[in-house]
């Protein structure tokens, strides 16, 4: 064997070795801090206290804010051009969407500032009976002025039964039994079709998502040099893929990049706008400084654009993605950033390219939707492990406190619900809202918009719902489905309900047991009366904060935002 292959493989291990050494440490560290309690400040009788681990936290939102900021610098200063020379293959993935938001994804597609002739627009329905065939018609009449073309498969990439389509010709008009069916006669015609034409639609049978874009990125070949990805619902920004193509020009070792999503309907539910908080500050602040070192960990599906030589060479395996022996039909995203990390490639994130997309206003909805995500992140948050070696120490380090943060919390809160004092359970929560108005202020000062003072809010949301519908998605990671159901239907899935159910009895019971073993206790002891006075101011101002945030949220939101997403109007 040569000495430079033989060196590079070396090297690898090496970096494997260290890596996941480094990932160890950081576990260890964070595990010690956690479960040794080690308190660096402390009030007279404890009642008061700030321990190592709240530390790390601290530190660990101070470094990923600083990188946000200096990634958002970075890429405002970016003066590469963008071309005009790469062919891009635009696919739209559609499942039951509703009407309006179709339209106005399909109108922001024709108003894109990037030359039509270099764009190949295929739109792919998950589903190919009647009911879905509103998508199609609207598709004809939007590009009506560019010769669309338009095929409805009776099947997909991978339901053809060639036995079966034998013996339907054999017992047709005709009977041409000396016929032999190899491959499915359709399948050509669809990829003729999307090769030849600049504006395609497709209706197949029912696949999931994943079956969808599949067939988008089969089709194309190797026909585009970049694939970009959008969902149904999505509204694209005029500059959003000149945006996008500037950043994987710019640099050869870019595999992928992502742009910003904001939510179209924020004005519709409470949350829908909680979520268009959230949405900011996962990819200005989370996104961003993952940008920063070069490993985004999802490119999301509304508005992403891939290298299309390196996602021909993963199509595949991606597809074929198995998870305790079960094809994985959700993550579909993720998993495709994923293999591009698995690559050695980065992954970027530009703020530039901007789209806006309906998310569920209903708390079901939401809740499915969530309880989707989260399968779709620990499931990939494996996977990921094994590419932390390729990539900066960021990587590792992010993923060890992401994976193992709802752990701490949860083994926190049911420890102070049922062993803590009154006093240990409201200032728990008191830090928490604390925690999230820090945040929340650096998100004014960085997106100079107040409004993001809400986003402390956003931890009533993940305490009582997102936190244990975590755990049902665990438990039931290799059920497979869309998650969150087509927007023209009404969701039917209770079953996420369950685990909020069991959390709120399990809190419930353990503040009961609490409440009892305290009133056994003596209050008159010098360390009791302090105790409270904290717990009679702390419950005056956590009080007061909820009823303020409350009132501002109804009182200035709810009088600025009366008209409903239907009246909702952005100019692209």
């Known amino acids: ?158 339901t053809w039964d060639p036995t079966q389509a034998q013996e339907d010709l054999e017992m047709g008009p005709g009977k041409d039994a000396d016929r032999i069916i190899v491959e499915d006669p359709q399948r050509k015609e669809v990829e003729q079709l999307i090769q030849s034409k600049s504006c395609v639609c497709i209706m197949q049978k029912w696949g999931g998502k994943r079956e969808v874009m599949y067939t988008a990125f089969k089709a194309l070949g190797s026909s585009v040099d970049f694939i970009q990805v959008c969902d149904s619902d999505t509204k694209l920004d005029t500059l959003a893929t000149v945006e996008l193509c500037k950043v994987l020009e710019s640099n050869p070792k870019y595999g992928a990049v992502g742009g910003d999503v904001m939510i179209l309907n924020l004005k519709e539910s409470y949350i829908s706008f909680m979520s268009s908080l959230r949405y900011w500050m996962a990819f200005n602040i989370e996104r961003s400084c993952q940008s920063y070192f ?160 809400f986003m402390s809010l956003y931890s009533a949301l993940y305490m009582t719902s997102l936190l244990p519908a975590k755990y049902f998605a665990i438990i039931t990671m290799n059920k497979s489905s869309w998650g969150t159901s087509g927007r023209r239907k009404i969701v039917g899935n209770y079953m996420p309900l369950l685990p909020l159910s069991v959390w709120v009895a399990i809190l419930l019971s353990g503040l009961g047991y609490r409440i009892y073993k305290e009133s056994q206790k003596d209050w008159f002891t010098e360390a009791k009366i302090l105790e409270t006075r904290f717990i009679i101011f702390g419950s005056v101002a956590y009080t007061c904060y909820w009823l303020l945030m409350i009132s501002l949220y109804w009182v200035w939101f709810r009088k600025s935002c009366r008209k409903r997403v239907q009246s909702y109007t952005l100019s692209v």
């Open 1 to 158: 064997m040569e000495l430079k292959p033989l060196l590079k493989k070396l090297g690898s291990i090496l970096r494997a070795i260290f890596t996941f050494t480094f990932a160890l440490v950081v576990l260890g560290v964070m595990v010690w801090a956690y479960v040794d309690g080690f308190q660096l400040v402390t009030s007279m009788y404890g009642i008061i206290s700030f321990g190592f681990y709240g530390l790390l936290l601290s530190l660990h939102m101070l470094v990923q804010s600083f990188f946000a900021f200096i990634e958002h610098r970075r890429m405002k200063a970016l003066t590469f051009p963008c071309t005009f020379t790469k062919t891009i293959g635009f696919t739209i993935s559609a499942y039951q969407e509703d009407p309006v938001y179709l339209r106005e994804c399909l109108n922001s597609i024709r108003a894109l500032k990037y030359p039509a002739e270099l764009l190949r627009i295929i739109m792919v329905i998950d589903g190919n009976t009647d009911d879905d065939r509103y998508m199609m018609e609207m598709f004809r009449e939007v590009f009506a002025d560019m010769d669309p073309g338009c095929c409805v498969w009776r099947n997909n990439y991978h």
């Open 294 to 453: 070069n490993c985004v960990s999802c490119i999301s599906g509304p508005l992403g654009l891939y290298r299309n030589n390196l996602l021909q060479q993963f199509l595949e395996s991606w597809y074929n993605q198995k998870f305790l022996g079960s094809h994985c039909t959700f993550g579909d995203d993720r998993h495709l950033t994923n293999r591009m990390l698995s690559m050695g490639f980065a992954t970027k994130y530009t703020a530039r390219s901007k789209c806006y997309t309906e998310t569920p206003a209903q708390f079901l909805r939401w809740l499915n939707q969530q309880t989707r995500w989260t399968k779709s992140y620990f499931r990939e948050w494996l996977y990921n492990a094994m590419w932390w070696h390729k990539h900066h120490l960021w990587m590792t380090y992010e993923s060890i406190v992401s994976g193992i943060f709802p752990f701490f919390v949860t083994a926190t809160i049911i420890q102070l619900f049922w062993r803590g004092t009154l006093w240990d359970i409201l200032w728990i929560l008191c830090c928490i809202q604390l925690i999230g108005l820090v945040k929340a202020a650096y998100a004014c000062i960085l997106r100079k918009d107040m409004v993001m003072v």
